[in-house]
């Protein structure tokens, strides 16, 4: 089953068990948050009702990007400017879409046959 949450302004496609890199949320390492403004549900090609539906999630660290280089310049005019810029993320653990469980997704899925 997977899902399609809006959250920071972007969208992203989450299955039970996925670890995704989002826009900072307010929370603590090892708190668990709802993401309620999710847009499409489905499994497969079947695609279900959103309605009262929320995926869950756990905060796994509160973490900061790469640093940016924003360097401003005007030709022949004196004016140079450098600033540095580290955008602030969480990284997200998705442990449920609505009652569908991460352990259930892992047990569904097909064990490949040896050779």
Do not use: C, W
């Given at each position: 089953?997977?899902?399609?949450v809006r959250t920071g302004g972007?969208?992203?496609?989450?299955?039970?068990?996925?670890?995704?890199?989002?826009?900072?949320?307010?929370?603590?390492?090892?708190?668990?948050?709802?993401?309620?403004?999710?847009?499409?549900?489905?499994?497969?090609?079947?695609?279900?009702?959103?309605a009262g539906l929320t995926v869950?999630?756990?905060?796994?660290?509160?973490?900061?990007?790469?640093?940016?280089?924003?360097?401003?310049?005007?030709?022949?005019?004196?004016?140079?400017?450098?600033?540095?810029?580290?955008?602030?993320?969480?990284?997200?653990?998705?442990?449920?879409?609505?009652?569908?469980?991460?352990?259930?997704?892992?047990?569904?899925a097909p064990v490949p046959a040896?050779?």
């Amino acid at each position: 089953m997977f899902a399609i949450v809006r959250t920071g302004g972007k969208q992203y496609r989450v299955a039970a068990g996925d670890k995704i890199v989002v826009e900072k949320i307010a929370g603590d390492a090892g708190a668990t948050i709802a993401l309620d403004d999710v847009l499409l549900v489905g499994e497969g090609a079947e695609l279900k009702s959103t309605a009262g539906l929320t995926v869950s999630a756990e905060i796994i660290a509160q973490a900061k990007a790469d640093k940016v280089i924003v360097f401003k310049k005007r030709r022949r005019h004196n004016y140079r400017r450098k600033n540095g810029h580290r955008q602030q993320h969480t990284i997200l653990r998705i442990t449920a879409i609505g009652d569908h469980r991460a352990s259930e997704a892992r047990a569904e899925a097909p064990v490949p046959a040896e050779a």
